[in-house]
């Protein structure tokens, strides 16, 4: 395998708008992050990824561009991130931006031509199609919920719009569009990002062989995912885009993608890959609270155990997954997949450490190195996405009471990772001077990063040992390029592995169960390298784990 810049990776995502505030307008600015280098250098971050910080009307926070080079005000300047970029690469870190080229905003100059003259050029950027009968092109459900079709005013003809309908589908068959975006993006390289992190990029093939599909909703539409979902084609544009693109400038990508059929993974991340990696989405859809589980979290600890491992078997001949527990779109990892009654420093330690060791490049979300909470709230109101208000309508409109849909959306929301970083205890967690745009969760006082900075006890210091770990120079090229071998996997609830690589074997054991377990071992321990406990109970011929404890050590013995 070719070795890379970024097979290296400690990933960390940001999420701008609540991230840090530097000016008091309530929103996360650019000089915050640049404020925060030294933070995450501390960490152990050599990448972060960067959510949309594109000129945007805002309607999906940002994933809406209406200009792909210039810098939203909320946010600062070009010059400023520039700085950001070239003070960053002095502290060892690399800066992803996030590309999103599946859609543009409505308010995008190309769209607005479009809308001023259909015969315009501009019009052929976008998917515009004639209506039937007075009704849309077909029954597509847009993923944000309602039509995914808008019509055009005083005509026949609709826009598509996958996402909200302020954002409208790019015309990936358009030639000249594809040269325009590659051209933009190559501006990007140019100016010194170490690559993307590129949204909802299995998107930009659609099929419209059909008109309509049998509906699958009270709304009359269809969630049609087979028609634009990793839609047969979609390779050659995913191809001629690294080709034009990421490929001349090295680039670190990683492409926001779903549901990629095992076989189908070499194309996209072999080595001669679209992209040098994905997010692994596997663990995505497990929710702890919901009624399937329940009564028996270990059943859903087990199947995602399968999950991650049946993922690694490709890992380990032919690519770089990437391994996250938290993003943007997801509720809080503790709460989605701790019981509550479970919630504790070990159960939180090991959770952060369950994917943070198998093959692929660790990423982490603001906030998750402290244990940073969901915020339930009291009224819909309280919310600002508009996907939640979708939702919400959609719930309701299927015969659910207002208060089971609210209590279904505390549960289950976005929202519930952007609330505003908790730096400290102080005014605003520290976030703002001013008047957060996002309420901050009242845990603040007991949860912030001020609190844990210096407490060798904190969950902090505890992500801290753990990447360092992965890092140690005797250690990192098994991280890096070691084999992911499954053990233990007969015992329920019991998440382990070994990295192994010439002669080293490091041996990664989670106890996801509640209790203890006691588990066969004769191997002879070189070193423990990581204990969410203050020792390990070693037996003649087994070990004691605790309740969630996790532990890393390296075996003495060779393969
Ligand atoms: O999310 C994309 C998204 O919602 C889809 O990729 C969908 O989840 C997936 O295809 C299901 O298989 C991204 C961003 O992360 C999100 O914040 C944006 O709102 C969205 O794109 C629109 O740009
Ligand atoms: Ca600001």
Request: a negative charge; glycine letters at 6%; aromatic letters at 12%.
């Amino acid at each position: 395998m070719n070795k890379k810049w970024w097979h290296n990776t400690i990933g960390y995502q940001i999420y701008p708008k609540s991230f840090q505030d530097t000016n008091g307008d309530g929103i996360g600015d650019i000089r915050g992050i640049i404020q925060k280098l030294d933070y995450l250098q501390d960490l152990g971050i050599n990448v972060i990824w960067i959510c949309p910080i594109y000129q945007s009307p805002m309607v999906d926070h940002g994933y809406d561009i209406s200009d792909y080079e210039l810098v939203d005000s909320s946010f600062g300047t070009n010059d400023e991130l520039e700085e950001l970029i070239h003070k960053a690469e002095k502290k060892g870190i690399k800066v992803l931006l996030d590309l999103v080229v599946n859609h543009t905003s409505d308010q995008h100059k190309w769209f607005q031509k479009a809308m001023d003259n259909l015969e315009s050029k501009y019009a052929d950027y976008y998917i515009i199609k004639e209506g039937v009968n007075g009704e849309p092109p077909n029954n597509w459900r847009s993923i944000f919920g309602g039509s995914a079709w808008e019509k055009i005013r005083n005509t026949n003809q609709y826009y598509l719009h996958l996402f909200t309908k302020g954002q409208p589908d790019l015309n990936w068959e358009n030639k000249e569009l594809r040269e325009v975006l590659y051209e933009m993006i190559n501006r990007w390289l140019e100016k010194g990002v170490g690559g993307f992190r590129i949204d909802a990029i299995s998107h930009l093939k659609k099929d419209f062989s059909y008109n309509n599909l049998p509906a699958d909703g009270p709304d009359g539409l269809v969630s049609g995912w087979d028609y634009f979902r990793n839609v047969e084609g979609i390779e050659m544009f995913l191809n001629e885009l690294k080709e034009k693109t990421f490929k001349v400038y090295d680039s670190l990508t990683i492409g926001e993608i779903d549901d990629v059929r095992s076989d189908d993974l070499e194309r996209y991340i072999g080595e001669e890959g679209y992209f040098s990696s994905i997010f692994d989405f596997c663990h995505t859809r497990y929710r702890v609270r919901d009624t399937k589980w329940r009564s028996n979290p270990i059943k859903m600890v087990n199947e995602l155990r399968d999950k991650l491992f049946s993922k690694q078997e490709f890992a380990n001949e032919h690519g770089f997954l990437c391994n996250f527990i938290e993003n943007h779109d997801l509720p809080r990892a503790i709460d989605r997949l701790i019981p509550q009654k479970d919630i504790n420093y070990y159960s939180k330690s090991m959770l952060g450490a369950v994917n943070f060791y198998l093959k692929g490049i660790p990423f982490l979300y603001q906030g998750q190195e402290i244990g940073m909470r969901d915020y339930p709230k009291e009224s819909v109101k309280e919310y600002k996405d508009l996907t939640t208000y979708n939702q919400y309508k959609e719930h309701l409109a299927r015969g659910i009471s207002a208060e089971d849909v609210l209590q279904k959306i505390n549960i289950e929301t976005r929202e519930h990772s952007r609330t505003p970083v908790q730096w400290t205890d102080g005014k605003n967690a520290g976030f703002t001077e001013g008047s957060p745009w996002f309420d901050i969760n009242p845990n603040y006082v007991e949860i912030n990063y001020k609190r844990q900075q210096s407490n060798p006890g904190s969950l902090f210091s505890f992500y801290k040992r753990m990447i360092a770990v992965r890092k140690r120079v005797n250690l990192m090229d098994t991280f890096i390029y070691g084999k992911t071998l499954p053990r233990y996997l007969h015992n329920s609830g019991v998440i382990a592995y070994e990295r192994i690589q010439k002669n080293q074997r490091i041996l990664v054991i989670n106890n996801c169960n509640n209790g203890p377990v006691v588990l066969e071992f004769k191997e002879g321990i070189k070193e423990i390298l990581l204990n969410n406990y203050n020792d390990l109970v070693t037996g003649h011929s087994d070990i004691k784990l605790m309740p969630f404890q996790v532990i890393v050590m390296e075996l003495s013995k060779s393969v």
